[in-house]
């Protein structure tokens, strides 16, 4: 459903995404992990059509980031890092407003919006204004407006941030139970994220993708916990970067 192929992006001198290539199948949750800086977002924002590649491309359900952006927008769902909405809105008319731009109307919209109120735990704050709402709040409500056309590929960036401990849990067992009928990518540093519902994980540095295995599998050949694996693996480009001579 997603299949990435040497994708690059720069901004000045600074590679964010140095040559990635990777495909994702129906019924896999990709962790796409690795510590700030090191390209997931920039990576997501491609796929999502948000930013173009300075060279590359990749699909989502047979649709070309570059040659076929609605295409895309219309098969997936995105959770952005930082879930822009409108404050003032209230939950419920900010909710109408994307179902207004997904072209969802009628009995099928009014589906969709009891079924992610259910889903995401938002039905009492369904008319509370989003600019009076917790971050984990506002956290859930970006989740529903990336859930409502019910996609087949959904992109998530950080999206349990801001979640008190239940929330997560609510959250992890929601994308666990949707993976079997969806291609889900979760982009996150925190490794008990990917151990919690990822079942295949990248670890990305400095734009490169260095792994890509399942947690069981890195576990078990490196015989350390996934954040030690994690630490050494990231390791050398931590210190390339601390030791790098300023131009």
Do not use: W
């Not at 600019?131 to 999206?159: F, N």
């Not at 969806?182 to 490794?191: A, G, N, W, Y």
């Amino acid at each position: 459903m997603i299949e990435a192929k040497d994708l690059h992006r720069s901004f000045g001198p600074i590679k964010a995404v140095d040559g990635i290539s990777f495909s994702v199948g129906k019924g896999e949750v990709l962790g796409f992990l690795g510590p700030n800086g090191a390209g997931k977002s920039t990576a997501m924002k491609m796929l999502t059509c948000f930013l173009p590649p300075d060279s590359g491309t990749a699909t989502i359900c047979g649709h070309d980031i570059v040659k076929d952006a609605i295409g895309v927008r219309r098969s997936l769902g995105y959770l952005a890092e930082n879930a822009p909405a409108y404050g003032e809105m209230t939950v419920g008319s900010f909710l109408n407003f994307i179902c207004d731009a997904r072209e969802i109307n009628g009995a099928r919209r009014k589906n969709a919006l009891e079924r992610v109120a259910a889903l995401c735990s938002i039905g009492s704050v369904f008319h509370q204004s989003i600019e009076t709402l917790s971050k984990g709040y506002r956290r859930r409500v970006g989740l529903a407006q990336a859930l409502i056309h019910d996609p087949q590929v959904l992109i998530l960036d950080e999206p349990t941030d801001g979640l008190d401990p239940n929330q997560k849990f609510d959250v992890r067992a929601l994308i666990q139970e949707m993976a079997k009928n969806k291609c889900i990518i979760i982009s996150t540093h925190i490794l008990e994220e990917a151990e919690a519902v990822c079942n295949r994980a990248i670890i990305i540095a400095k734009g490169k993708i260095l792994v890509d295995s399942t947690p069981a599998e890195l576990r078990q050949k490196h015989q350390m916990t996934l954040d030690d694996i994690f630490r050494k693996i990231t390791e050398h480009q931590r210190r390339a970067a601390a030791y790098a001579p300023l131009n």
